[in-house]
């Protein structure tokens, strides 16, 4: 069996968190513990301690990276000038939808409150970016900004949790033939307009 090369000083902290993404793609959250991050790189069960205190403290390391790239993706598909706001609006909640459907693991990972520190994390960047496009799209008068972003949320993440579990099958709207989610957020962003296409 090949040895694995040795790390230079300051290579295994990022190490670790590469082999932490390589295994949650693989084996799920659950699959990732200090002990097989540890085997995967090649050191000692102890070694990672020297970087990471604990498995959540690694875990949410590595969350922080994927809600970063989340962002990241996000502001770039709104980099386009002239977009309606309740289409830019529309862009979180696609981004975190192909994102699950892309990176099953890496999605169960962000909203597992068990094995993350969600206070650690850059969501609240993701969740205020959001209430900002909300506020600028006019939707809120009359309503807290929050209650109506967590609402919007709570129906993205719903639906995705049941399409990745396989309760719900990747199916159009019958009425205008839009993909499902597609259809579901015209029906919250643009509640007057007409059933019919």
């Known amino acids: 069996m090949k040895m694995k090369q040795p790390f230079h000083h300051g290579s295994l902290k990022q190490a670790l968190l590469n082999a932490s993404g390589t295994l949650l793609d693989t084996h799920g959250p659950e699959g990732v513990t200090i002990r097989a991050i540890a085997r995967e790189v090649g050191v000692s069960h102890a070694a990672p301690v020297n970087h990471y205190k604990d498995r959540e403290t690694l875990l949410t390391a590595l969350a922080t990276v994927l809600f970063k790239d989340l962002l990241a993706s996000v502001k770039g598909k709104l980099s386009s000038k002239g977009l309606p706001a309740t289409t830019r609006i529309s862009v979180f909640a696609t981004v975190l939808f192909e994102y699950a459907m892309a990176h099953p693991n890496r999605y169960r990972l962000l909203w597992h409150t068990g094995l993350v520190n969600h206070i650690d994390l850059v969501m609240d960047q993701f969740y205020n970016a959001c209430c900002a496009e909300i506020v600028g799209a006019g939707l809120c008068s009359g ?55």
């Open 143 to 197: 309503r807290d900004v929050e209650t109506y972003a967590i609402a919007l949320w709570s129906v993205v993440h719903g639906y995705t949790d049941l399409r990745l579990t396989g309760m719900f099958e990747a199916k159009n709207d019958k009425i205008n033939g839009r993909p499902r989610l597609e259809a579901m957020l015209d029906m919250f962003l643009n509640p007057s307009r007409n059933k019919s296409p």
